[in-house]
């Protein structure tokens, strides 16, 4: 009898404790969602059909997130897995014009690119992205069309992935060159091997394109957005989210080094702002939700969530 009321007393405090553990939980996840829904967001990265999302499950996607507005950025290559053309872009845009911005994106290689993005500049588009062809990034169609920029007054989306297959090899080498010789163009970096130099010590590509670990400090992002106000940091998807997780006590600085040229994006391709069609995870809501916990200042949160993605799609960093 003794030994049957003392089971029934474990297991009472042990579900006792485990319901107060996931009553704390959930209020936790109501409080960052409560504090997220506080700043106004842009995403500076997302495209439309990610998974064969529809337009209307992107919009869905955004409300779900708490995301006011986004750049919505073409693939016309399909060379990255995701096929999207500027045309569809500049659809979207025009029945969403106060939550869409059209971004526009078409194969470098091919001889007419200029008076493309001319076209697509007198269309409505705002900038180039995302620029994801497999070329180095020392290349003169690529330089053409990062000029083209300049002219324009344009930002650019790029995908950096130094692997033999990637697309715009060579960021430790080119970059700063461009950013030197072009400085009215924004150059929004983005993917793998723009975030591994995050830290000074960077893996080859051939063994990962997601290091993991501590961050040695010195890394080339660091440099260079110290030195380039035209170059900003694209904090979407896993590439983003893996280089500013995998070192709190360093991101605490870098966030505290480059307020201004941060930005919130997603690259989201779930279907409803709550992972899914995509495991449960959905980059929106993981990155607010680090985001809020790792920066304290309200001004500097608000930067990154919005106000610098507006300047750097306006030029007015």
Known sequence: ????????????????????????????????????????????????????????????????????????????????GVLLRTETVLHAFHKYPDRLIPFCQTDIRQPDVIERIRAYHLLGCRGIGEQKEHLPLNDRRVEAVI????????????????????????IETHLETYLKKYQRVRIIGHAQSFWSHISADVPPPDKTLYPRGPVKP???LD?????????????????????????????????????????????????????????GVCYSTRLQQFLLRMVKDKAALQDIFYNNAERALNGTG
């Open 1 to 80: 009898m003794s030994n049957q009321k003392l089971s029934r007393r474990g297991f009472l405090l042990t579900t006792g404790a485990a319901c107060c553990s996931a009553a704390f939980r959930s209020s936790f996840a109501a409080e960052n969602e409560q504090d997220a829904s506080k700043y106004k967001k842009l995403d500076c990265h997302l495209h439309i059909n990610h998974k064969d999302r529809s337009l209307e499950d992107t919009i869905k996607h955004m409300d779900a997130t708490g995301t006011a507005r986004a750049f919505i950025l073409p693939l016309e290559t399909g060379e990255g």
């Open 147 to 170: 000029a083209e920029c300049d002219e324009l007054n344009w930002p650019i989306t790029i995908h950096f992935q130094d692997d033999k297959n990637g697309f715009n090899q060579g």
């Open 218 to 220: 010195g890394g080339l």
């Open 223 to 279: 440099h260079l957005l110290s030195n380039y106000p035209n170059l900003y940091a694209d904090m979407s998807a896993g590439s983003g989210f893996t280089a500013l997780s995998r070192d709190e006590d360093f991101t605490a600085g870098f966030l505290e080094r480059h307020p201004q040229q941060l930005l919130f994006g997603s690259d989201c391709p779930c279907s409803d702002g709550r992972g899914g069609n995509f495991n």
